[in-house]
């Protein structure tokens, strides 16, 4: 196996991280409505600042991980964005609860 080869299946499996992590964070989100709406007295339905927040989030750091590219290696800035992503959703998640 050629050297370019191993780095494009490197890749490759990168994305395919990246793309398991959104489907399980969504997952996770969308679980969860139910006991944060209990555990906060309303509605499940009126839950819209979860959705809108965990969206923003998405919204904000994937055009600044596609700006970062050619600054950092883009290997990681996928692994990073997603670690990043991930946490800034569980702050606000958190910070919504209280």
């Known amino acids: 196996m050629s050297p370019q080869n191993a780095t494009v299946r490197w890749q490759l499996w990168i994305v395919a991280f990246g793309f398991f992590m959104q489907a399980l964070d969504t997952t996770i989100v969308n679980t969860a409505i139910p006991s944060m709406a209990r555990d906060l007295n ?4 009126n839950m819209h600042s979860v959705i809108v927040s ?3 989030t ?9 700006w ?22 569980a702050v ?3 910070r919504h609860a209280r």
């Open 42 to 45: 309303v509605s499940p339905l």
């Open 92 to 94: 606000r998640l958190l």
């Open 68 to 89: 970062g590219g050619p600054f950092w290696r883009a290997q990681y800035l996928l692994l990073r964005d997603c670690a990043v992503q991930h946490r800034l959703a």
């Open 54 to 56: 965990y969206v923003l």
């Open 58 to 66: 998405v919204a904000i750091t994937l055009p600044i991980s596609g």
